[in-house]
């Protein structure tokens, strides 16, 4: 099974073609509101995953879950993917993430349906 | 002399040596002149896919199948400069090459084999977009209908005050 090497949650990411140098923008740490729901235009969820030796040709499934504070379920992400360099890395970009109220928004990674690592986001209240 | 028209001259193909391995003429090409320009070309835009592509055909038009390819040098240049470059293309034409077993391109396909083996080495990266809320879409579209509607409201208020004055 491939091993992550890292897993952040942006709100941009990009990747020279020229350089295959990845840039992150403005990593998600905490969101803070005066009004409910709060609608975040685009956030990336990036993971780099290094190969193991019997990675070769197998197919895996790396799953992004949002548990969004107050809501019942999370909503889930799947990309499925083939490890055929060295590292393999994922943007899995979320547009227009809604957030209803005050919490801990967190952003899960598994691979194959295990978990692997989270990022947690405060959401908090701006007072006026 | 543009750089295109130089690596495809007589004088480049035998600065770099005719009869070389696959592997010699690697390291070699990895040191000329020329790769450092056509990498810069290409970064900078001046050489785009498209010309790269053509340039290709126009090339592959002298193929003659039992005869020694004239320009497998060239191609061998060509995917030995392109090889640190994630783009579409680099990896297509380098890739391609690599699969080809014919022996009127010999060379180049066992340089390119060595190219894929070191961008093999470069971490691949792969994007997917999805919407998390059909919801907030049409909250922001709500949003807009109600910004419109007050900006139309606030242009008859002008109008009004502007035509009571």
Redesign the interface.
């Known amino acids: 099974m491939p091993k992550l090497e890292y897993f952040i949650v942006s709100e941009g990411a990009s ?6 140098r ?1 840039s992150l923008f403005n990593v998600v740490e905490q969101i803070k509101s005066k009004d409910f ?1 709060v ?1 975040l235009p685009q956030v990336v969820a990036t993971t ?1 995953w290094n190969k193991e030796a019997a990675d070769t040709d197998l197919d895996f499934q790396a799953s992004l879950r ?1 548990y969004s504070p107050g809501e019942e379920r999370p ?1 889930e ?1 799947p ?1 499925n ?1 083939k490890m ?15 957030v209803t109220q005050v919490g801990d928004l967190v952003f899960e990674i598994l691979l194959n349906g295990e978990h692997v690592a989270s990022h947690t986001v405060t959401v908090e209240k701006e007072e006026a | 002399m543009g750089i295109l028209e130089r690596i495809e001259s007589e004088k480049f193909i035998f600065s770099v040596g005719f009869e070389l391995t696959p592997n010699a003429l690697y390291k070699v090409l990895l040191r000329t002149e020329e790769r450092a320009e056509l990498m810069t070309s290409y970064k900078a835009g001046i050489i785009t896919d498209t010309m790269l592509r053509c340039y290709i055909q126009r090339l592959l038009r002298g193929f003659k199948v039992g005869q020694r390819f004239t320009h497998d040098i060239t191609l061998s240049f060509l995917s030995v400069a392109l090889e640190p470059f994630s783009t579409r293309f680099a990896d297509e034409f380098i890739r391609d090459l690599s699969k080809l077993d014919v022996s009127e391109l010999s060379i180049s396909t066992k340089v390119a084999k060595l190219c894929l083996a070191k961008r093999d080495l470069l971490p691949k990266t792969e994007y997917r977009k999805f919407v998390f809320s059909t919801t907030a879409i049409d909250t922001y579209k709500e949003i807009d209908r109600i910004q419109e509607s007050v900006d139309k409201s606030y242009d008859r208020k002008n109008y009004s005050e502007l035509a009571a004055a």
């Open positions: 990747t020279d073609i020229f350089t295959n990845v729901p609608v780099a949002i909503k992400f990309i993917f055929e360099r060295s590292r393999h890395r994922l943007h899995q970009t979320i547009i227009y993430l809604q």
